[in-house]
C-alpha cells in the first residue's frame, strides 16, 4: 500500500506543480507524465489543436527544471534537420590548413603508402564530434542533467522519419556512420505531439504511451482561465466558457481551442467588460474564430448564445 501511496502522492505533486506554472490538468494526465518519467517511455500526446499538447512539455520542462528542446516537424522534415549535419565550413577551412602544412606532415615518410597512411588519420578528423553540428534529436541525448524532448506535430513528417525515430524511442541512442552509436548521457523525457493530420504507425505507437487531450468542459475550463487570466471577474469567466462551449457544439469549421479561449478572455478584461454584450462579443469574435463562415454563422446566433451565456451565471 506504501508503494501505491507513494506513487499517487507524486501524481498529485505533478498536478500541482504543473497548476502552479499555470497548467491546470487532469490526474489523468500527470498519471501519463509519472509513468513515462518512471518507465522511460515517451509519451505521444493526441488531440485537437489547441488544448495544451505543447504546453504540457513546456510545464513539464519548468516543474523538472530541465531545458526543453524542441523539433518542430514538417513534411520533408530529414535527418540533417532533426539529428546532425557536419560544419562544412569549418571543415573547408580544416582542409586548408592541411593544404598549408602538407610538407610538414609528410617529413619522415617513405613512399606512397606510408604517405597515404599518415594521411588517412588525418582525414578521419573531418567526421569527428568537432565537426558535428548537433540539431534537437542529439541535443535532447547529450544533456548531462537531462532535457524534455519535445518532437512537435510528428503527424506532419513523413512516414520515413517517423521510422527514423524508431531507434531513438526504443533504446535512446543514435547511430552515426561516421562515429558510431551515441547513447543518452542521462535518458530526455521524450514528448511526441499529434494533431490527428494522418495516422501514426503502430511501431511508433508501440513505443509510446498514449495520451488524448480533448477540449476540456467547462468546470475545467473556468480553472483554466482563472490561472492564466487573473485578472477577470468570476461572472464574466463562467459566460465566456459557457459561450465557447456552446460554440463547440455547433457545426462549425474549427472549434475555438483552449489557446483560444484564455487569447478572448485576455481580450476581454482589455476591453473593460464586465459581461458579454452582445456588440462586444461580435467585435471580438475574430479571437475566438479564424473562418468567415464561423464568423457569419456565429452571427446569426448570437443574441441566443449570448442570452444563454448570460443565465448560467
Known sequence: MSGESDARTAITDIQDGFGQDGYICDTAIATAVYLSRQMDKPILVEGPPGVGKTELAKAAATFYEMPLIRLQCYEGLDEAKALYEWKYGKQLLYTQILKEKLGDLLSGTHGLDEAMDRLHGFGDNFFSERF????????????????????????????????????????????????????????????????????????????????????????????????????????????????????????LKKRPAVSETIDWARSLVLMHAETLDRDLVRDTLNVLLKFKDDVEAVERELPRLTDKARKEV
Open 132 to 251: 558535428l553540428e548537433a540539431r534537437p534529436l542529439l541535443q535532447g541525448l547529450q544533456q548531462e542533467e537531462g532535457a524534455v524532448l519535445l518532437i512537435d506535430e510528428v503527424d506532419k513528417a513523413d512516414q520515413e522519419f517517423e521510422a527514423f525515430l524508431l531507434e531513438i524511442l526504443s533504446d535512446y541512442q543514435i547511430s552515426i556512420p561516421e562515429i558510431g552509436t551515441v547513447r543518452a548521457v542521462t535518458k530526455p523525457l521524450v514528448f511526441l505531439t499529434s494533431n490527428n493530420t494522418r495516422e501514426i504507425g503502430d511501431a511508433l505507437r508501440r513505443r509510446c504511451l498514449h495520451l488524448h487531450i480533448d477540449f476540456p468542459d467547462s468546470r475545467l475550463e473556468r480553472r483554466i482561465v482563472e490561472a492564466r487570466v487573473p485578472g477577470i471577474s468570476e461572472s464574466l469567466r463562467k459566460q465566456l466558457v459557457g459561450f465557447v462551449q456552446a460554440l463547440r457544439e455547433m457545426d
